[in-house]
């Protein structure tokens, strides 16, 4: 049985080795993703076609996401090396200071804005919620801080204040020129760093057509706002990342399961992929086995319904990138043996909009109730298999296409497999027997399996799914189809 949670790796350094590339496929990568806060575009782009022709010569697909750096604010560099912050000592952000010039007492900032959105009282936390400082005063472009928590402080670490807040817009001058990128080599989905609101992703899509773009827009999840307004940024996205480093130091770490939870069951409601991210086997990155707290944390989020899990540098920086992705990939195939996760009552009062709709939440409340095999979905744009995807089940959803653009699209929905099929080459007949005989090969089913194939009857037609047929392996049993 092929694992339904997908899993996207973090590209880098430590995964430039084609031998590497290899084992990463062959341990089940789904997705790639580049970092564009590091490296250059030529680096990035032959990384994406890198791993496109290896995973084409494994007869694999695998999915290119683009990753915006976003607005990360950070303070400057140390002159001297890293400095050691004690508790109850005087330490200042200056916008004044170069961001070469940090001292024991100063240090420059990124975002010279940062001084009007905080004020006396305020908590600023500093690489990833390690230093923590309390804004004692404000004065012209320095903040004047007392240290709370202390430790060592060295050169561009990040700042967050907490609860959010800060006005850095979610797209910089940066960001904008790696959306053109991102549409030169194709990216099967953008994401966008620290989201606030619907605009956000607005923006991004127009800025995206406008390059020809045609990638998915992952808004991430890492700013204490972006909750406030999350109904409306699902609404337009097609994707959400739960970005948990930046949110969990914004919002408090002690109220981030009960978050991610949360967005996983929206994202879901609303017919959206979720991605579940940031530091989920990060022990990998210098030890071959993960700790068994990261262990329990993969797991429950695949036993909450999560699309997929992501490494970070686990695979992009670490010792053992191959092993990383075995690791997510045997904890995975567990978790989804759990019977929570092959039954649900998703969407069960809700009144379908499309026909295309209707037929693929019938088809997976047959398959759950018939003791089915597999699903077989010709698709144009993946729409129907996504559908399906929403619904828990353990029956693998084979996502049949022509279209190069839509496998790489489904390699991001969870129980969902890409398969390369021309069905408008086909009659209706044949494309049955071609299917049967397509998933035997595969080892899917075998003589005597119910099976389940949706279709259109006009082929090649986007939205046109309007059949559900189901079949038993060897025989012809009954159609059933809607009313146009």
Known sequence: MPRRTKILATLGPATDNPKVLDGLISAGIDVVRLNLS???HEEHAWRAEVIRDRARASGRQVGVLVDLQGPKIRIGRFRDG???LKEEETFTLDAGCGLGEGDQHRVGITYPELVRDVHRGDTLLLADGAIELWVDEVVVD???????????LSDGKGINRKGGGLSAPALTDKDRRDIRFAAEIEADYLAVSFVRHAADVEEARHLLQQAGGKA?????IERAEALEAIDDIIE????????????????????????QKMLIKKARFGNKVVV???????????????TRAEVFDVANAVLDGTDAVMLSAETAAGRYPVKAVQAM??????????????????????VFGRVDEAIAMATMYTANHLGVAAIAALTESGSTPKWMSRISSGIPIYALTGHVATRRKVTLYRGVHPVSFDVVAHDSQKANEEIVEELQRRGAIRTGDLIIITKGDLNGVEGGT???KILRVGEHIISARTVD
């Open 38 to 40: 590091h490296g250059t």
């Open 82 to 84: 890293p400095i050691q």
């Open 142 to 152: 320095r903040i004047v801080c007392r240290v709370m928590v202390g430790g060592v």
């Open 216 to 220: 998915d827009i992952v808004s991430k």
């Open 236 to 259: 337009v996205s097609e994707v959400i990342m739960i970005a948990r480093g930046d949110l969990g130091v914004e919002i408090g770490d002690a109220e981030l399961p009960a978050v």
């Open 276 to 290: 579940t991210a940031t530091q989920m086997m990060e022990s990998m990155i210098e030890k071959a086995i993960p």
């Open 329 to 350: 990939d045997r904890v995975c195939r567990e978790a989804e043996k759990q019977s929570k996760v092959t039954r649900s009552h998703h969407r069960i009062d809700t």
């Open 466 to 468: 309007n059949v559900m």
